[in-house]
């Protein structure tokens, strides 16, 4: 069974970074493609990142790109989400997700999710 554990969040003012880390064990971590959502209070899980189980193929919402980046570490088993420029609208519980050689930016495509990591931006 995969199980994902997400960390690196926490409190940061606005035009600050944070880096998400997601720790994934149970299976081939190279077989999977892996997702970042994130979901704030009162509205519903969004998608922020993708990236695919093979080569290098990332995606990223709108209102990502060029602030976020997307990456995987195959020998770590560990997909990282960079986030640069933080504002306020970025609060939220931040959310990897794994799917079975999966590139998808829709959460219902994947299968194993974490915990979640919160990530809190002031103004």
């Known amino acids: 069974q995969v199980q994902l554990v997400e960390s690196g969040g926490g409190l940061v003012q606005a035009g600050g970074s944070l880096r998400l880390s997601c720790t994934f064990s149970?299976?081939?971590?190279?077989?999977?493609?892996m997702g970042w959502f994130r979901q704030a209070p009162g509205k519903e899980r969004e998608f922020v990142s993708a990236?695919?189980?093979?080569?290098?193929?990332?995606e990223y919402s709108d209102s990502e790109k060029g602030r976020f980046t997307i990456s995987r570490d195959n020998a770590k088993n560990t997909l990282y989400l960079q986030m640069n420029s933080l504002k306020p609208e970025d609060t939220a519980v931040y959310y990897c997700?794994?799917?079975?050689?999966?590139?998808?930016?829709?959460?219902?495509?994947?299968?194993?999710w974490g915990q979640g990591t919160q990530v809190t931006v002031s103004s």
């Open positions: 149970g299976r081939t971590f190279s077989n999977y493609g």
């Open positions: 997700a794994a799917g079975l050689r999966l590139y998808s930016n829709s959460a219902s495509d994947y299968d194993y």
């Open positions: 990236h695919s189980w093979i080569g290098t193929m990332t």
